[in-house]
């Protein structure tokens, strides 16, 4: 029933107010004068969303005409509202079959809204043979007007809001960088962008990748 699907499970936005922040690239399903066929391809691709890509491979298949083949079935979520924010948690098993391991993401907002904390797991799934080693990445994109500049140590982020307010964003485990991205609009021009990148490994035993988003000021 897809038309132009996405292996986009699990991925987020951001906002500050009205002014967007971590966004994802869009666009997958508005091929045209602006988007080429083989663009809109690459919009439908997990990487092209904020969230975590096992072995630069897609949690579910993409397949021609807009369809979405194997890969995710099961997708668990849960909810809570506290005093103090809120809490998600959520996983899948798009890389269950062909690689063992669950994705699961934690997600909790401060009440006030300015911080937003995460991780990012990968844990063996059961019934499986120990899946082996495999290069990670989580993903952000940063919306159009949004300036990145990297701390010395590569593990945190200031993120400057074009005439808006500063964000940090750290990583507590594997090595942040900042690569190119592009944003599509609603009418299907697309912006150039950038993204934030934590690279790490998955491991047999499990693995995890902690972060945090905090407004400053």
């Known amino acids: 029933l897809a038309d132009a699907g996405c292996a986009s499970t699990g991925a987020i936005e951001i906002s500050d107010g009205r002014q967007r922040l971590i966004v994802n690239c869009g666009g997958a399903g508005l091929e045209g004068a602006w988007i080429t066929a083989d663009l809109a391809q690459g919009l439908r691709t997990t990487a092209a969303h904020s969230t975590l890509v096992l072995n630069d491979s897609n949690s579910t298949a993409l397949l021609p005409g807009g369809t979405l083949g194997k890969g995710v079935t099961e997708v668990e979520l849960n909810r809570q509202e506290m005093d103090n924010g809120s809490r998600l948690e959520l996983s899948h098993d798009g890389y269950v079959r062909r690689m063992g391991y669950v994705h699961r993401r934690l997600l909790m907002v401060s009440g006030d809204g300015r911080e937003v904390r995460g991780e990012d797991m990968l844990t063996p799934a059961e019934r499986r043979r120990k899946p082996g080693r495999q290069p990670v ?28 307010a500063l964000w940090q964003f750290r990583t507590g485990a594997g090595l942040l960088s900042v690569e190119d991205s592009l944003w599509v609009d609603g009418d299907g021009h697309p912006h150039p962008t950038r993204q934030l990148v934590v690279t790490g490994e998955a491991l047999p035993g499990g693995s995890s990748i902690g972060w945090l988003f905090k407004r400053m000021g």
Not at 145 to 162: F, H, K, M, S, Y
Request: hydrophobic share 45%; aromatic share 4%.
């Open 137 to 164: 990445q989580v993903r952000f994109h940063l919306a159009p007007g949004v300036e990145p500049t990297l701390t010395a140590d590569n593990q945190a982020a200031v993120l400057r809001i074009d005439q808006g």
